[in-house]
């Protein structure tokens, strides 16, 4: 079991360019979700995903964009980066809601956009 | 506004003591809490997950409490490792269908 596992890891965007986070994971889980985490604040919400074919707006989407057209898939889409972009992305799924199931986080995606 | 307030904000303790770290939350109403912990340069790990019935729960040397007339949790660490080293994340989850809501994170460096 990979877990969740995202890539790339590190990426540095020229103002006004685009690019896809890629986001996967092995547990079967219906709930995917993908946040971001500014220096020295809690992560917040962007988008989420309670199962194939459906998505729903976060805390924080403007921006970004997904698509879950599969269980095990759920990418994020930076369309025109722009500085206040610059942060640490973490995708994460949990098996069902947040009321009753632990969710699991990858490993993180710095992005930096000058 | 719904918070969710850490504290301290960072904390340094020698290896083998115990420590506690508190969090406050404002939120209502309220679900569950959770504590994650989250190491440099990776993603947050979950320690302990309690509904607001319970006032306890424990993960090997981690315990965490929750009262929820006071809405406090604190989350105490016993024996200390070099591992333990990391930021310590409570989270809130309200009740319907809202994000959870997480705190800035108290930031614990263990030194031997």
């Known amino acids: 079991n990979a877990g969740v596992t995202q890539t790339p890891k590190f990426r540095i965007l020229k103002i006004g360019q685009s690019m896809t986070l890629q986001c996967a994971q092995d547990m079967n889980h219906n709930y995917m979700y993908w946040y971001r985490q500014d220096p020295g604040m809690g992560l917040k919400l962007i988008y989420y995903s309670v199962g194939a074919g459906i998505t729903d707006k976060g805390e924080v989407p403007n921006g970004y964009n997904v698509s879950r057209s599969t269980t095990e898939d759920f990418p994020l889409r930076l369309e025109l980066a722009a500085p206040s972009q610059t942060s640490v992305y973490f995708c994460a799924s949990s098996r069902g809601t947040e009321d009753f199931y632990t969710i699991y986080f990858g490993e993180g995606s710095w992005l930096t956009v000058v | ?112």
């Open chain 2, 1 to 112: 506004k719904n918070q969710v307030e850490q504290s301290p904000q960072s904390l340094i303790i020698l290896e083998g003591k115990n420590c506690t770290l508190q969090c406050n939350y404002t939120v209502s109403p309220f679900s569950n809490l959770r504590w994650y912990k989250q190491d440099t340069g990776r993603g947050p790990v979950s320690l302990t997950i309690m509904t607001f019935s319970e006032n306890t729960k424990s993960n090997g040397r981690y315990t965490a409490t929750l009262d929820a007339d006071t809405k406090q949790s604190s989350l105490h660490i016993t024996a200390s490792q070099l591992s333990d080293s990391a930021s310590y994340i409570c989270v809130v989850r309200l009740s319907g269908n809202t994000p959870l809501v997480f705190g800035k994170g108290t930031r614990l460096s263990v030194i031997a």
